[in-house]
Structures are given as structure tokens and as C-alpha cells.
């Protein structure tokens, strides 16, 4: 059964920086693409990131040029860089598995990891 876990959100002014953990178990990392996605208050869910088995990256207009993603297939966790924080990128941050052929999150939803930014 695949577990995701998110960590490393927090409550930061704006123009400030964080860095998301997901560590996963229960599925191989370096086997799959992962994204982020996140769910604002009174929105829906919505694609942050993605990250391919070989490393390609792509990202959601809103945080291209500010937010990072990057994998570390060893500890079995992607990463979510994010700098130049704005108070629109308050929301819940979650990741999850991709579909092999659809790209659609794939697993369940974890916890997430609240991050918060003020003006």
C-alpha cells in the first residue's frame, strides 16, 4: 500500500522560502513520475509540479521561475523548493504518484503540509 507523507510547510511572510519533504513507502520513487498539487481554502486541488523517473521537470504558470521540484530516488522523497513566496500561494501542499499513462494522480491523498504566507 502506497504511503505518502508531506512535511516542511509553515507560516512564512511573504517573499520568504520553504522547502516540502514527500517521503513515500510502499512504492518506488525513482520507478514513477511524482507531482505536487495543492488545495487553497474553498478550492480545488490544483497541479503545482512534476517530476519524471528521468528527472524533466514542469510547472503551473503561477509558480514557474519560483518554486523548484527535485527527487532524491536514495531516500525514496521528492522535494518542493519554493522562493519568492506570495500570499496566493497559501494552500495545503500535497503529493502523489503519477498514472503511467494518464499522468493523473494516481495513489491516495496524504496528509498534506499547510503553508502559509502573509502580506
Known amino acids: 500500500q502506497v504511503q505518502l507523507v508531506e512535511s516542511g510547510g509553515d507560516s512564512v511572510e511573504a517573499g520568504g522560502s520553504l522547502k516540502l519533504s514527500c517521503a513515500a513507502s510502499g512504492v518506488t520513487f525513482s520507478s514513477r513520475n511524482i507531482g505536487w498539487y495543492r488545495r487553497a481554502p474553498g478550492k480545488e486541488r490544483d497541479w503545482v509540479a512534476k517530476?519524471?523517473?528521468?528527472?524533466?521537470?514542469s510547472y503551473a504558470d503561477s509558480v514557474r521561475g519560483r518554486f523548484t521540484i527535485s527527487r532524491d530516488n536514495a531516500k525514496n522523497t521528492v522535494y518542493l523548493q519554493m522562493n519568492g513566496l506570495k500570499p496566493e500561494d497559501t494552500a495545503a501542499y500535497y503529493c502523489n504518484v503519477l498514472n503511467r499513462f494518464t499522468g493523473a494522480p494516481s495513489g491516495s491523498w496524504g496528509q498534506g503540509t499547510q503553508v502559509t504566507v502573509s502580506s
Open positions: 517530476i519524471t523517473m528521468s528527472g524533466l521537470t
